[in-house]
């Protein structure tokens, strides 16, 4: 169990916990209990082809700012083509899905306020390396990953986008 703070926090270059989720690393730079529920932040690493379902958010807004790599963004009805120092919004109740493009990506994804970041938690592995993942013997539950994302006020509304070209 953290302890909320307001005081000053840092981590360095690869620290923080990390997960292995639906094919990708998600090291946390700032969990909701950490932040007293006002920040979290993701920084996201994965291979051609990680992408979220179609999704909408009822409790926060999310957005994601690339780090490297090239990440298509669909928000609403545009499709964003996100490059290494592209910054997209997400606002709440507006479906957003992202799609890795480039041969690998690492972007961050955050929101303020809400406790979304406990989904990710809820529904991935301890990462036991700073690695992506092998390779899924299987499907994911999608029943499973719906009802978890219904406890943190997510909606799936769609399939997780293909690459594009």
């Given at each position: ?16 916990p990390?997960l292995?989720?639906l094919?990708?690393l998600?090291t ?6 950490i932040t007293?529920?006002?920040?979290w932040?993701q920084e996201?690493?994965g ?7 179609l999704?909408?958010?009822t409790?926060?807004?999310?957005a ?9 963004v669909?928000?609403?009805?545009q499709v ?5 120092g592209s910054?997209?919004?997400a606002?709440?109740?507006l ?7 480039s041969?690998?990506a690492?972007f961050?994804a955050f929101?303020?306020?809400?406790r979304?970041?406990h989904?990710f938690?809820a529904?991935?592995?301890?990462a036991?390396?700073?690695t992506?993942?092998p ?6 539950d999608v029943e499973?990953l719906v009802r ?7 909606e799936?509304?769609g399939?997780p ?5």
């Amino acid at each position: 169990m953290t302890i909320p703070s307001t005081r000053p926090y840092h981590l360095a270059a690869g620290e923080g916990p990390a997960l292995w989720h639906l094919g990708a690393l998600l090291t946390f730079k700032a969990t909701s209990d950490i932040t007293n529920e006002r920040l979290w932040v993701q920084e996201a690493y994965g291979a051609r082809g990680y992408a979220s379902p179609l999704h909408r958010h009822t409790r926060e807004d999310e957005a994601f700012y690339v780090l490297d790599g090239r990440l298509a963004v669909s928000v609403g009805d545009q499709v964003i083509t996100a490059e290494t120092g592209s910054f997209v919004w997400a606002p709440r109740d507006l479906a957003h899905a992202f799609c890795v493009e480039s041969d690998e990506a690492r972007f961050l994804a955050f929101s303020t306020g809400g406790r979304m970041d406990h989904f990710f938690f809820a529904t991935g592995e301890p990462a036991p390396s700073a690695t992506l993942p092998p390779p899924p013997d299987g499907p994911p539950d999608v029943e499973a990953l719906v009802r978890a994302m219904t406890e943190y006020g997510l909606e799936m509304v769609g399939p997780p986008p293909l690459p594009r070209g």
